[in-house]
């Protein structure tokens, strides 16, 4: 019936197909692979170096504060033996200088000078 007609061109033999080896994908990242990794690890080492600098200002604030209170007593100390010791010089200042030498013996002592005259007050009505 309507069967096929055998083709009157004779079979040709079948060439193996050329396959073209395609470029793989991996050489094209291999670049951005390179950068990643290396941006990783460059991260990585700030994260660290990071966590480490934070340990360290952790432990340096409790420090930071005993030597403010330790800072503050010092200068309260301080401030006491300046006046004390401008004090101390303002009596050297006294006793050694020449011109007031008089005054001084007058001081330490009861005598009074010979120019001068003791008054003593008494009160009225009574001794």
Known sequence: MHALKPSSFPPQPQRPLRTVPRQKTKVKQRPYRAALI???VKLSVNVVLSAAAIGALSQLL????SQAAKLQELQVTVAATEERVERTQNKFKQYFDPYQT???MQAQSNRIGTQQRRIVFRRAGGQ
């Open 62 to 65: 409790p420090y930071r504060s």
């Open 102 to 104: 008089g005054a001084n």
């Open 38 to 40: 290396e941006t990783t």
